[in-house]
Structures are given as C-alpha cells and as structure tokens.
C-alpha cells in the first residue's frame, strides 16, 4: 500500500465492500466517513503502537521567554510534526528508559497567533525522543498499515450500515494488533538498568547505567 487510498479501500475490502473510492472528495459515503475518519485513525494508531519509523529525536536548547509554569524552570517548543512523547533520552544510554524518571509536562501555550505544545522541565536542555506525524503511506511497516486497515474498518463498520458488533469485534483486533506491535518494538530496544548518578548529576536528573548485571 503506497497512498491513503490503498488504506481506505483495503478497509472497505475489509468490511465486504465493493464501492472503492479514487479519492477523498468523491461524492460516496464511504469517501465521506474516510476523509473524516482517517486523520484520526492515523494519529490513534501512531500514538499507541509508537513505531520506528515514526519516532525522531530533537535536543531542545533554547527555552521560550517569557513563557512560565509554576514549579517549572524552563518552557520550550516542541517540533511542529509532534504527537507524543516517547521519553528524554539519558546521557549514556541508547535509547530512553522510563525508569530514569526525568520529571516533564506537556501543556499549551498561545504563540504567534495559534496554540502550541510546550514541554515543561527543570532541564536547561533536553534531548527528547517523540513520535512525529507520519502521513507518507510508504514509510509503514507492514504490520502498522495492517492494524491501520482494522481500526479504519472498524471505524466504516460503524458508520455505514452494517454491523456494529462487527465493528467492536475489528476494534478488539486493532488493539490486539498494536500491542503485539508495540511490544515487538520494545524487544527490539537495550534494556538497561538505571540508577541514580552523582548528587550534582541527579539534581539536573540524571542516571548512569548500572553495569552490574
């Protein structure tokens, strides 16, 4: 599959349909519920299965002024193509460890005429490991626009005059499916032990990799 049509229609193919679309703006329902439907499938299934392809790292070194939290020292802007956190990454280490448990928070903040995401940290800089929108079909994993395909289906089951129960039954197969991907993904990682570095290294949050084991 190279195009979001590939995606639509292998859904409709799903669900026993044979009113395929050449685009989002046909006049069919089914272009209709795809061209609503499938931004939003496309954001679920990125933020839960966290693929590799879709994961990007970015240092963030110049706070925002002007911009402040309580209990926060510094604000900064996050990349445009931004959906979720994987983790900060920790000096030493390949990948991010969630058990470093580098404190942040994610809010919104009104900047130059539109609402952005901002990560809150008491970092003066931090190195962020983040899953980006990824809209080019052909980066997918197989396995990713397999699970795309279910939950678009599941979303066209719904929707369009057929069955509901179906529907539910595609939406369990869509989360069996991105858990068996996610999980994929983390066996692929280094797992490292962490513990708590120097003084004046812990109080920037920092770790060192315990190498004990």
Known sequence: MNTDIDIVNAALTEIGSTAFITTLDDS???????????????????????????????????????????????????????????????????????????EYDIQSEYLDGSDTRILLTNLEEVEIEYVAHIET???????????????????????????????????AQFRALISEASAELRNQRETQKLEPATPSLRARGGYVVDSAE
Not at 64 to 90: H, Q
Not at 146 to 167: G, N, Q
């Open 28 to 102: 069919s329902e089914e272009a209709r519920v795809a061209k609503i439907q499938y931004p939003h499938c496309l954001r679920r299934a990125l933020e839960k299965a966290k693929p590799s392809f879709a994961l990007k790292t970015d240092t963030l070194d110049t706070p925002l002024e002007n911009v402040t939290r309580k209990n926060w020292l510094y604000a900064f802007e996050l990349p445009v193509d931004f959906l979720c956190m994987s983790g900060i990454v920790v000096e030493g280490t390949i990948y991010p460890v969630p058990e470093a448990s580098i």
């Open 137 to 171: 079909v052909s980066a997918f994993s197989a396995e990713f626009a397999e699970a795309l395909v279910i939950l678009l289906a599941s979303k066209f089951m719904a929707a369009l005059p057929k069955d509901r129960k179906k529907a539910q039954e595609l939406e």
